[in-house]
């Protein structure tokens, strides 16, 4: 930790956030005095290449030891190229790279050094996010949520919502913006939802060497098979109350469960699983919200967002219907989350972790 000193008031920091859809670095600029976003900057994105994201998805599981190498390089140079393109910034926050996420035995890892990244950019770097909160009794996860309130505020909000965050694990967070602080009692519940475009993508590569299923054109040819969808949701995690948090590959072997079924089929199922654990999610709000608003690469994702559409009687939008940018919302959190640490306020508390009290996580490296 370290005061404000010569960062007083507000701050123009910058985030990077690389999800578990290893599909490359996202980083954005906000300003903001760590309380209210006061204004959005530019943002960019470094994509991985297939080397590069092969060398990743062979470490994921991992804990620190040897054999991560090639691994950490991949992550602090893309991290570097990306985040070297800003001018007039104050501050970076840093996430790193998840590779494994066990709260209730080892604890969470995600590759990256922010001490180095502080002295290849020349600027403080905040890092390490989620220790603290796991080491408190906390799930660690998800980090977002505090944003997210403060996103809501910045709309102008008047009533409570949902922010749905479709990256490689879903996630829900339940805000009511009347609440004026994140960390007070009914202000939040988050908690992660289920798979949501990790196990199409993983099928994608294995079965047509893609990426992605762009446009959801595979899954819309396709029937889900609702005896695999049902035994999917008899999973114990899904009667857990919140807040709780998953690893991108728990569930065991998704891809194994539809194995036997053809392409689209298969498509069309994994995207329902996603779907129908949000609404499982859903149930569990504390109050309906208002509108549900959809974050990350799924809400691109026409088959999944009708699916959506055809089971809840709230709006459900783009975050960006509401001036919010959907691609960049994560790391523009982690900017967010940068400048709480710098003054010491918290960045989970018991409705989005789980952790005994408001918990400030974050260490601060300067170059």
């Known amino acids: 930790m370290m005061d404000g000193e010569g960062l007083a008031g507000v701050v123009r920091a910058l985030g990077a956030m690389s999800g578990t859809s290893l599909d490359g670095v996202d980083a954005a600029v906000i300003e903001t005095d760590g309380a209210a976003i006061h204004a959005f900057g530019p943002s960019a994105y470094r994509s991985y290449s297939e080397a590069e994201r092969a060398v990743l998805t062979g470490v994921l599981g991992r804990w620190p030891g040897p054999g991560l190498e090639a691994a ?26 998840t590779l494994a996420h066990e709260p209730a035995g080892r604890g969470t890892h995600q590759l990256g050094d922010g001490a180095a ?12 996010f989620r220790t603290a909160d796991v080491a408190a ?3 660690g996860a998800p980090l977002a949520p505090f944003f997210h309130h403060a996103c809501a505020r910045w709309m102008g ?8 965050n479709l990256g490689g694990v879903g ?30 993508n993983d099928l994608m590569q294995a079965r047509r060497g893609l990426a992605y299923d762009e446009d959801a054109g595979l899954a819309a040819q396709g029937r889900i098979d609702q005896a695999v969808l049902n035994a999917f949701m008899t999973e114990a995690y899904f009667a857990r109350l919140p807040p709780k948090s998953l690893d991108r590959n ?71 219907a509401h001036g919010l940018d959907g691609d960049m919302l994560e790391a523009q959190a982690f900017a967010y989350l940068a400048v709480r640490v710098l003054r010491g306020l918290p960045t989970s508390c018991a409705t989005t972790t789980g952790v005994g009290q408001p918990t400030c996580g974050g260490v601060i490296s300067h170059p």
């Open 137 to 139: 009794g906390g799930e």
């Open 171 to 200: 996630n829900l967070t339940w805000v009511d913006p009347s609440v004026a602080a994140p960390e007070a009692p009914g202000a939040l519940l988050s908690f992660d939802t289920g798979p949501a475009n990790a196990p199409i």
């Open 250 to 320: 728990d569930f065991g072997d998704l891809l194994g469960r539809v194995a036997h079924l053809e392409d689209a089929d298969a498509a069309a199922t994994l995207t329902a699983m996603a779907v129908q654990s949000v609404l499982q999610g859903i149930a569990q709000l504390p109050t309906p919200p208002e509108r549900l608003l959809v974050t990350g690469g799924g809400r691109r994702n026409p088959v999944m967002m009708a699916m959506l559409r055809a089971a809840l009687s709230c709006p459900v939008e783009p975050v960006e």
């Open 72 to 97: 950490q390089e991949v992550v602090m140079q893309s991290h570097a190229e990306v985040l070297s393109g800003f001018e007039d910034i104050a501050l970076v926050g840093f996430h790193g790279q």
């Open 117 to 128: 990244l502080a002295g290849r950019l020349g600027r403080p770097v905040v890092w390490d």
């Open 157 to 164: 909000a008047g009533a409570p919502l949902a922010f749905l």
